[in-house]
């Protein structure tokens, strides 16, 4: 445990942004080394999250940020913390929070007396998504150490994904569970979900019979981590369905992302879904049209022929994402949608 000492000299040290390595020096003797996040794993954010979700719909994160100056600390863990320090094991704390609040999450550590060997915070220019500016800290200053073991939120599946990928033993913190309003009132739970993952829970509040409830519920299911990975497997088995539907439809490849693919096949297969209805209605009515107003009638089968070709030439998935509103697998769909391409190219 560092002396009194030693905390004032790293409390005092002068905080800025950017990446930097906290003050108390690492030591290089040991390999192994513990990583945590902050936010949902040590510092219990439910209090200020109300900053990127609401009603007003925008997301103020220099507002959220600020509030962690008040977060309740997560105890059990910092527990588990102090005892890996004690047996040798240097605890990184590495974070996605800004480093513009750099002076309150070192005020914050420090009143809850939660020791580390090194703090790092995302700079303030930083704009890449979490994972990437995790991967390059490893990386970059603690490639040849081993990772005994990650501490991460939930907020974070992929980071905590691309861990478990490289074979680094990672502790998920699920969502905060009960009320929080009663947030005094925390306990860290357990559970060993049904495919036997194990994920820590904190549980808020005084209606604590309804925690039994809840525990039940979260150990009947895949822990986050099984969920996220079946609803990728889904979405894998959805868009080489579609890919098949597409190509026995005589469809040519779409290009795009991957995810952008999968998106705008379903998009396009129900844009062709409504002109093969419109296919079948022009040939129900072709006989009665055609002795009504043959002239007509035949420049609307023209229309509705060149439209469709139009269609089938779409091959940019991002076109078929970006025309998405109003497409549908109906006739009334198929109609609306030869129509808007008709008169945008002047076929009528
Ligand atoms: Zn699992």
Not at 113 to 136: G, M, N, Y
Not at 283 to 291: G, I, K, L, Q, S
Not at 295 to 314: C, F, M, N, P, S
Request: net charge negative; with cysteine.
């Amino acid at each position: 445990m560092p002396t009194p000492q030693s905390f004032t000299r790293f409390y005092a040290s002068a905080a800025h942004g950017g990446i930097r390595k906290g003050d108390i020096t690492m030591n290089e003797d040991a390999e192994e080394i513990a990583i945590c996040g902050l936010d949902g794993v040590l510092a219990l954010v439910e209090h200020r999250l109300h900053h990127l979700h609401n009603e007003s719909g925008e997301r103020d994160w220099a507002a959220f940020h600020a509030a962690c100056i008040d977060d309740m600390p997560n105890l059990p863990l910092i527990h588990r913390l102090n005892q890996a320090r004690e047996a040798g094991t240097p605890v990184v704390l590495l974070s996605g929070r800004s480093a513009a609040v750099r002076v309150q999450t070192k005020q914050w550590l420090h009143d809850w007396q939660i020791t580390h060997d090194a703090l790092w915070l995302r700079p303030e220019h930083d704009r890449r998504p979490a994972l990437a500016f995790k991967t390059e800290v490893i990386e970059r200053h603690y490639a040849g150490r081993r990772i005994r073991r990650v501490y991460e939120s939930a907020q974070h599946l992929d980071v905590a994904r691309d861990y478990t990928a490289r074979g680094i033993p990672c502790t998920l913190f699920g969502p905060n569970q009960g009320n929080g309003a009663t947030r005094e009132q925390f306990e860290l739970k357990t559970v060993r979900h049904a495919c036997e993952h194990v994920t820590l829970y904190p549980f808020y509040g005084d209606d604590d019979y309804t925690w039994a409830d809840r525990i039940q519920q979260l150990t009947a299911g895949a822990c986050l981590l099984c969920q996220a990975e079946e609803a990728e497997a889904e979405r894998a088995r959805q868009a080489a369905t579609a890919r098949l539907a597409a190509q026995a439809r005589g469809l040519p490849p779409l290009e795009g992302s991957e995810k952008q693919v999968a998106w705008a096949e379903g998009v396009r297969l129900s844009a062709f879904g409504g002109i093969d209805k419109l296919t079948v209605w022009v040939a129900r009515v072709d006989a009665e049209a055609e002795r009504e107003d043959p002239d007509h009638w035949r420049t609307i089968k023209q229309g509705i022929a060149r439209a469709t070709a139009y269609l089938e030439a779409q091959t940019e998935a991002r076109w078929w994402i970006d025309h998405r509103h109003g497409i549908s697998n109906s006739l009334d769909g198929g109609r609306a949608l030869v129509n808007a391409v008709a008169e945008q190219e002047g076929y009528f």
